[in-house]
């Protein structure tokens, strides 16, 4: 399968830490990952890419300094930590896999993508 798949989605609480995990699709060992979401009545929004050898990442300046992506290569696993967590990252998260080693904040640059995860921040 090439798509990718996320799972650890939930609903936590203002200042709780949750970890999502994306299956990366036959295509993605060697490709950049990255992570959007996409709120009620908001655009989907760039959160955070890895490269294809985890080397280089990139972070949305809102949730930089709290989020952490990483990824498994030999598991074709990528994750996304999130701590400190607040209402305004309540969100579907997707995981997507890069047209290329490198890829960074334009959705343009995504091939496949999941189905999507619900994250859900009460205060």
């Known amino acids: 399968q090439a798509r990718p798949s996320e799972s650890g989605g939930g609903s936590v609480q203002a200042g709780d830490s949750l970890r999502l995990s994306c299956a990366g699709g036959?295509?993605?060992?060697?490709?950049?990952m990255g992570w959007f979401r996409q709120a009620p009545g908001r655009e989907r929004e760039f959160v955070a890419s890895?490269?294809?050898?985890?080397?280089?990442?990139v972070y949305a300046d809102s949730v930089k300094g709290r989020f952490s992506v990483s990824r498994d290569r030999i598991r074709n696993i990528m994750y996304l930590q999130m701590n400190a967590l607040n209402p305004e990252d309540t969100a579907v998260y997707y995981c997507?896999?890069?047209?290329?080693?490198?890829?960074?904040?334009?959705?343009?640059?995504?091939?496949?993508w999941g189905q999507g995860t619900q994250v859900t921040v009460s205060a």
């Open positions: 890895i490269s294809w050898n985890g080397g280089s990442t």
């Open positions: 036959r295509t993605s060992s060697n490709n950049a």
């Open positions: 997507a896999t890069g047209r290329s080693s490198y890829a960074g904040r334009d959705a343009a640059g995504y091939t496949y």
